[in-house]
């Protein structure tokens, strides 16, 4: 038997050399087909993000339009009026709610002999809180200053000062005094009443 190769070109299995290219070739195809629509994809994201924000804008420029008509619509002495009539509204409330009868009380235990109220004005400070305005009529600067002592011991009124003084015709001491304002939570409150002084005449209340 002869055993020797005859053949002048060696025999290679050409079948598995096929199949390797082949699923090379798919896997090119495949990886090609997913590159495609990737692209295909985030070029649609781009278009309708750009279509969105151009949406946007032109939705931003319709309100700042309209911003810019309603201000020149605006009359600002309505805006004014309507803050004094609110503002004006809110110390009606504040009164209202205000005891006349407990500060009158304070004042009558307090008051020095030789002192006499003329006239008292409340009023509300959005940021302190009630502020008191007394106007007294007293023989000495000592008097006047005894009734800063005993109301600031009261608890009811801080930082009591004088802010103004000055001398009458009949030698006596005018003076203005201010305070702070805040009586006993438990104390009721009452309507508001027509305003008086202490050992003095009547005022109505402003």
Partial sequence: MIRTNLS??????????????LAIAVIVLGATAF?????????????????????????????RAQAVRLRATVDPKEIESASLAARQANDLIDRRTFSW?????????????????TAVTPRVDRNVGTIIQINVIART?????????????????????????????????????????????????????????ARGGAHPPR
Avoid: C, M
């Fill in 101 to 117: 009868t407990q500060l009158l009380n304070t004042f009558e235990t307090t008051l020095p002999d030789e002192v006499r109220i």
């Fill in 141 to 197: 600067t000592d008097d006047v200053n005894q009734f800063i002592e005993n109301l600031n011991a009261t608890g009811a009124f801080t930082k009591v000062r004088p802010i103004e003084e000055r001398t009458n015709e009949a030698g006596q001491l005018e003076a203005s005094l201010e305070a702070g304002y805040a009586p006993p939570a438990s104390a009721p409150a009452e309507p508001s009443a027509p305003r008086k002084t």
């Fill in 8 to 21: 002048t070109r060696p025999f290679y299995n050409e079948r598995v050399v096929h199949l390797w290219l």
């Fill in 35 to 63: 590159n495609i629509s990737r692209i295909i994809k985030y070029s649609r994201s781009d278009t309708e993000l750009v279509t969105e924000a151009s949406r946007d804008e032109a939705r931003a420029a319709d309100l």
